[in-house]
T-cell receptor
Framework: AQSVTQLDSQVPVFEEAPVELRCNYSSSVSVYLFWYVQYPNQGLQLLLKYLSGSTLVKGINGFEAEFNKSQTSFHLRKPSVHISDTAEYFCAVSEKAGYSTLTFGKGTMLLVSP | NAGVTQTPKFRVLKTGQSMTLLCAQD?????MYWYRQDPGMGLRLIHYSVGEGTTAKGEVPDGYNVSRLKKQNFLLGLESAAPSQTSVYFC?????????????FGPGTRLTVL
């Protein structure tokens, strides 16, 4: 079975600063990886996904993530954050073998202040 | 397209009462899911369905029942609500043609059990 660990429950950052949200996963087989964003009082929205190929994945709103198989990580980055990026971010994994449900991490709250 | 919709948006129950949450999707997706979200716990899968007339248990199924009589609808029932079921409930859908089990989420139902 797969599992996801998001290493930080909360990340405070100033506007226009860079940010990295960390995600590590565990699985005995190859995986697909996702980052979802949840703005206050809303549902989850897909930010980006890694399926195969290039390990650097670009998503919406200027976010990108890098898949590192040897370190079993999929960290999310943005070079310059805005106040509007304040939200909760969830890393998720599903296994490539057959049908697999999504397993989510516990989330990281990104707090951007002026 | 409305995407994934959930009814109701808010509900307050007393312990022991029953209720049904309705999820509807208009994307002709095969797969549908019910999650609960609790602070610091991320999203946990309650039940899911891989097609009309099918259901399966997720990570936290106790105290809940589901039905998928029509492809576009997925109902979540609480037969005898308990305070531990106070949570935000999210429905999601996904399709066989979508890569890697990508899911689309509804806006959520906030349930309080007193």
């Amino acid at each position: 079975a797969q599992s996801v660990t998001q290493l930080d429950s909360q990340v405070p950052v100033f506007e226009e600063a860079p940010v990295e949200l960390r995600c590590n996963y565990s699985s005995s087989v190859s995986v697909y990886l996702f980052w979802y964003v949840q703005y206050p009082n809303q549902g989850l929205q897909l930010l980006l996904k890694y399926l195969s190929g290039s390990t650097l994945v670009k998503g919406i709103n200027g976010f990108e993530a890098e898949f590192n198989k040897s370190q079993t990580s999929f960290h999310l980055r943005k070079p310059s954050v805005h106040i509007s990026d304040t939200a909760e971010y969830f890393c998720a994994v599903s296994e490539k073998a057959g049908y697999s449900t999504l397993t989510f991490g516990k989330g990281t709250m990104l707090l951007v202040s002026p | 397209n409305a995407g994934v919709t959930q009814t109701p948006k808010f509900r307050v129950l007393k312990t022991g009462q029953s209720m049904t949450l309705l999820c509807a999707q208009d994307m002709n997706h095969e797969y549908m899911y019910w999650y609960r979200q609790d602070p610091g716990m991320g999203l946990r899968l309650i039940h899911y369905s891989v097609g009309e007339g099918t259901t399966a248990k997720g990570e936290v199924p106790d105290g809940y029942n589901v039905s998928r009589l029509k492809k576009q609808n997925f109902l979540l029932g609480l037969e005898s609500a308990a305070p531990s079921q106070t949570s935000v409930y999210f429905c999601a859908s996904g399709g066989e043609l979508l890569p890697a089990n990508e899911q689309f989420f509804g806006p959520g139902t906030r349930l309080t059990v007193l």
